[in-house]
């Protein structure tokens, strides 16, 4: 058995106990800055009050400040940050691992490169750290925190540079509801993974256009959500191809955008969108709720313009991306661009 | 304007006369033997029994026997039958037909040949044809026939082997709310779209499963419905590659598959497989409705066994699949084979 300690005590990290508590192994939580009050709750009871679980019984639980006497001893450490706090798991935790630590993050995104090329966050911490040489490696596919939680069959992929290393981390993660597959396509599995947030947005906004059309709560209208899915695999597997992963992560990428469009809270900013709002209205909707797909539509449609203009890419390729992308962050009306999603195959 | 007569009176085939008469063709509906009443009734107010819609106005409704008479003068031809109807039309309909006439069909479904090759309907018309040059094309990609009378976006692909015959139909039949791709590659197409229908049955027992655990009405888990998505696409992409069919097609499967899982009758099945039933209990709940899925599992599954044993395919690689057509065909009790599912890229 060994020592697990999960760094950030946000949903999903926090779900991480559940299958390496079933497995029997240490596990300890510590909270970054803005999980105070979380930490505090779990101390006394085990509940986590965000995800409304209560986590397996033996965790220990730190505040940051207590990081160092949680990191002793440990073996692997679990980066449980979103992907807003990535530059700061950067700049505050991997100067304070160990030399050769193995991290598994479950943090789902992609960045900018300041040359404007899209980097995902293994590559991005593995550039921080250079000097060094911790393992980054990090979880994809279709998960939500509350259902691993429950303990509900999940496939995911484990992704990184070194195969031996996702073995071993399989082999202290796998159960019998937690099904694990090993890749060393990190732009495959992370750009897949980082993009079905977007869409799943953009498939939502069917959902919304819908009820503007029968009402709330009337009956729900699937061809054009199916559309939208169907364009949104067809750009993620361009984008696969751009940013040099392996076109099979089109199979991820396509149960996690089934995932998202039902589970996640991208879901309400697309159906907003759909009704018709603009993004700023659609914000202030929702309030308070991070939309991580926001900030990867636009790294991503920023790096294509600079791609294209270099003639790298084609941004005829990406009509649904980059109609988002102009009704998040141009102001522009929503209008789907269906004639751009017809493509011929003579 | 053209003339189009559409053999068959069932659901989808009638659905196409709202973006034909939209466009101002002529419009005949004949139907089959088994469409006796839907047709009577059609001719008496223009509604549809079975899809409660009232069709648009001026088409000209024909019994079987008035064939001849509603043939006259016809431009196109629409093959509406169901994949259970597809023999007849061979046999009944195809000797009838002009030497040069155009078909376009709205069938989805696999054979299984003599040789225990499947083969996709535009082929097996083509073969049941050879001495003459009627020009078989299909319709593929996510659409229910209720959302086309509602006139909801619907991305579209006609396949055949011409490709200015498709985009001859493509000026007829596009409209802004019905959005055509054209595609040479008919096993893509085809195989993708039959594939759905036996793929949406399978992710659907996670709805079943589900149920069985939080009770009806209780809260949907999307964690399994999701890895059962993704392990879907991946079967049908390793089931085009076999078939022949362009890979790309993957992203016509995946959408198609999304709307299947909500909006068909396959998903019943599968809800009912998924609690437990076995395929006879099921049959009978579901007495009366007709699915295509149970013939196209058994067609590709019994065509991958006689392929397998002659090394041309690889049975490991449809676990899904296979685990299906066990349940359905041998009586089998479902036990998805997750582990299976798992696939390492070191």
């Known amino acids: 058995m060994s020592v697990f300690t999960i760094i950030g005590a946000g949903m999903m990290g926090s779900a991480m106990s559940f299958p390496l508590r079933d497995n029997g192994?240490?596990?300890?939580?510590?909270?970054?800055?803005?999980?105070?009050?979380i930490v505090e709750r779990l101390k006394k009871d085990d509940c986590h009050a965000n995800m409304k679980r209560t986590l397996p019984p033996g965790i220990r639980y730190f505040q940051i400040e207590d990081l160092p006497a949680a990191m002793e001893g440990t073996d692997f450490f679990i980066g449980g940050v979103s992907s807003f706090g990535v530059e700061w798991f950067a700049d505050y935790i991997l100067p304070r691992l160990?030399?050769?630590?193995?991290?598994?993050?479950i943090t789902k995104g992609l960045r900018e490169t300041e040359e404007g090329i899209p980097e995902t966050f293994p590559e991005y911490?593995?550039?921080?750290?250079?000097?060094r040489s911790i393992s980054f490696n990090a979880v994809g596919g279709p998960c939500t925190s509350y259902e691993l939680a429950d303990r509900r069959h999940t496939c995911v992929t484990f992704c990184g540079k070194e195969f031996e290393t996702l073995r071993t981390l399989r082999n202290?993660?796998?159960?019998?509801?937690?099904?694990?597959?090993c890749s060393t396509d990190i732009r495959g599995v992370e750009t897949a993974v980082a993009m079905k947030n977007v869409f799943a947005a953009a498939v939502s906004t069917a959902i919304g256009a819908n009820e503007m059309i029968v009402g709330l709560g009337g009956q729900e209208k699937y061809n054009p959500q199916a559309a939208l899915?169907?364009?949104?695999?067809r750009e993620t597997g361009r984008l696969l191809k751009l940013m040099g992963g392996d076109p099979d992560a089109i199979m991820l990428a396509a149960g996690d955008l089934y995932v998202t469009v039902f589970g996640?809270?991208?879901?309400?900013?697309?159906?907003?969108?759909?009704?018709?709002?603009?993004?700023?209205q659609a914000k202030e909707v929702l309030a308070g709720?991070?939309?991580?797909?926001?900030?990867?539509?636009?790294?991503?449609?920023?790096?294509?313009?600079?791609?294209a203009a270099q003639g790298k890419a084609d941004l005829a390729d990406y009509p649904l991306l980059l109609t988002l992308d102009?009704?998040?962050?141009?102001?522009?009306?929503?209008e789907i661009p269906w004639e751009k999603f017809i493509l011929d195959r003579p």
Chains 1, 2 share one sequence.
């Open 25 to 37: 192994h240490e596990v300890r939580i510590v909270g970054t800055p803005l999980d105070r009050e």
């Open 98 to 105: 160990p030399e050769k630590a193995v991290v598994l993050s």
């Open 125 to 131: 911490l593995t550039r921080r750290d250079k000097t």
């Open 172 to 181: 202290c993660l796998a159960t019998d509801y937690y099904h694990i597959s």
């Open 229 to 233: 899915f169907g364009e949104s695999v």
């Open 264 to 280: 996640g809270r991208t879901r309400k900013l697309g159906i907003l969108l759909g009704r018709g709002k603009s993004y700023a």
């Open 289 to 307: 709720v991070t939309l991580e797909s926001v900030a990867i539509a636009k790294a991503m449609s920023d790096s294509l313009r600079k791609l």
């Open 326 to 334: 102009a009704v998040i962050h141009h102001g522009a009306k929503l």
